[in-house]
């Protein structure tokens, strides 16, 4: 079974898992700041209109209070001071003296009263307000300013609204309280807001829930959508790509729709034909030839001098044992020996270059080329004797083999609409020549192969053979067994 790709990819190098940070942290930076925007002004503006609604529920204390602070009237406000403590309008709500001492605290305004009258008109009290004497630089603001001043104590629990409203003294005022003064005292009115924050807090945590269920349920479906519609269709082409690297050419990407990853496997199929066409075409030409192919240069006519061996591979007899024989069967004869060749020829570092009818001509590179080729041969007819030992004498396959050093001439032959990388030569020539004055299952070596390797193989030589071509006999050699 196939291991799935995406399996064996660290989860933070998944491409799922990198589209995940990127999309929490957009919606994260996105709606995120949106809400956060929308919620900071909501709680500003319900904290505001709270503010505006103490400041306008003050003015009418202020007011009231100021009615009710007219000559001889001070027992009416005592009584409304303390009811108005008593209610739940005002968190407190006190009236100081501008040097900070409670009002209605004891009898100093009433004597000072008198002492302006110049007469007791009033009766000194026994019933007086208590309080601590306050000394804050809101309240000595408020007296020297001889304005409101509006103080927002939120920073500590619990959380209030605190307004110093100066009590000014008034023209019909000055008979009793003298005109000395400007500011008769301070009505300091305190109002709680810890309902406002807490509302506002409420609202920040039923929106962070509100937008965490909506970040997290968007991206889910992201994924879900990304997954589907990417994703998966990248492991389809992925999977493709590794079945083609297998060598399966076979395989396509089969993708719906007409985005870019559709169009992206349209495209790889194309080239997987083009691969399988080029790997079908691969088997009808040499190693060399692929090799020169797939190189960054262009492919141009001509040829260079190298030293090489050649090996030359014929069926001896092959035309009269085709006669009597199906020519499927011929055909599936034919194969199965030039399969074995090719097999053992490439086991041996050597490249068929190419194959005239039941011949194969095949060349070796390198130090070892002359033993690599020998060897090959070697092998070849090893196996053959093998394979066919059982046949009747007469209908056995027997090749005959002829291998030749020396220097070639290696390139490109051809016109340039069509050419044929091979290697031509006098060398190659002889090689042919050893080839066909080779007897069954007999291997033939020239003179300069043999050189290369006398110390490493049995041979029976010869008397010079004249072959075509050549104007003087040739030394050969036959192979009888590798020492």
């Known amino acids: 079974m196939t291991e799935n790709p995406e399996n064996t990819i660290p989860f933070y190098n998944r491409l799922s898992f990198r589209i ?18 929308y919620l900071s002004s909501q709680n500003k503006t319900i904290i505001q209109s709270r503010e505006t609604a103490i400041m306008e529920e003050s003015e009418v204390l202020y007011m009231t209070i100021k009615n009710n ?52 008109f009033f009766t000194p009290k026994t019933d007086f307000m208590k309080g601590e004497t306050i000394d804050n630089p809101d309240f000595k603001k408020s007296v020297q300013n001889i304005n409101d001043v509006f103080v927002r104590n939120v920073d500590r629990q619990p959380r209030s609204i605190v307004i110093y409203k100066p009590l000014i003294n008034q023209p019909k ?9 400007v500011v008769r005292g301070v009505i ?47 492991l389809n082409i992925g999977t493709v790509v590794e079945s083609v690297g297998r060598g399966d050419f076979k395989v396509r990407v089969s993708l719906k729709g007409n985005d870019e990853l559709s169009s992206l496997g349209s495209r790889i199929n ?13 088997k009808f030409v040499s190693r060399s030839t692929l090799d020169h192919v797939s190189g960054d240069s262009d ?52 490249d068929i270059d190419k194959f005239v009818g039941d011949e194969i001509m095949a060349i070796f590179e390198g130090e070892e080329m002359v033993m690599k080729a020998v060897s090959a041969a070697h092998k070849i007819r090893n196996e053959l004797a093998a394979r066919y030992r059982e046949m009747d004498p007469s209908q056995r396959i027997y ?5 030749n050093t020396g220097e070639m ?59 075509k071509g050549k104007a003087k006999p040739v030394t050969i050699y036959t192979l009888r067994k590798i020492i």
């Open 173 to 181: 005022c000055s008979q009793c309280h003298g005109l000395d003064h």
């Open 20 to 37: 995940l940070i990127i999309i929490i942290l957009v919606l994260l930076a996105g709606i995120g700041s949106t809400i956060a925007y």
């Open 299 to 350: 492919i141009q006519l001509g040829g260079e001098r190298v030293n090489m061996t050649v090996l030359f591979s014929d069926i001896r007899g092959f035309t009269s044992f085709s006669e009597n024989r199906d020519p499927e069967d011929v055909i599936r004869i034919l194969n199965d020996v030039m399969n074995l060749q090719s097999e053992i020829i490439a086991e041996f570092d050597g």
């Open 409 to 467: 001439i290696a390139g490109n032959m051809g016109s340039g609409t069509r050419m044929d990388r091979t290697v031509i030569g006098d060398a190659v020539n002889l090689g042919s020549r050893l080839c066909s004055v080779a007897g069954k299952n007999t291997i033939v070596l020239s003179e300069f192969s043999y050189q290369y390797i006398k110390d490493r193989v049995d041979v029976q030589s010869h008397d010079p053979i004249q072959v």
């Open 188 to 234: 300091t009115i305190s109002s709680s807001v810890d309902d406002v924050y807490k509302r506002t807090g409420e609202n920040l945590l039923i929106s962070a829930g509100i937008y965490g269920l909506v970040v997290a349920v968007l991206t889910v479906i992201l994924i879900i959508f990304i997954h589907r519609v990417i994703i998966v269709k990248i």
């Open 69 to 120: 602070m007219l000559a001889g009237e001070a027992p009416l406000a005592v009584d409304l001071f303390r009811s108005f403590e008593r209610s739940d309008v005002v968190k407190a709500l006190k009236l100081y003296r501008k040097n900070g001492v409670p009002a209605f605290s004891d009898n100093s305004t009433l004597k000072e009263v008198n002492d302006n009258l110049g007469d007791v």
């Open 399 to 403: 090749v005959g083999i002829g291998i």
């Open 270 to 282: 194309t080239m997987i034909k083009g691969l399988n066409e080029r790997f079908k075409l691969s």
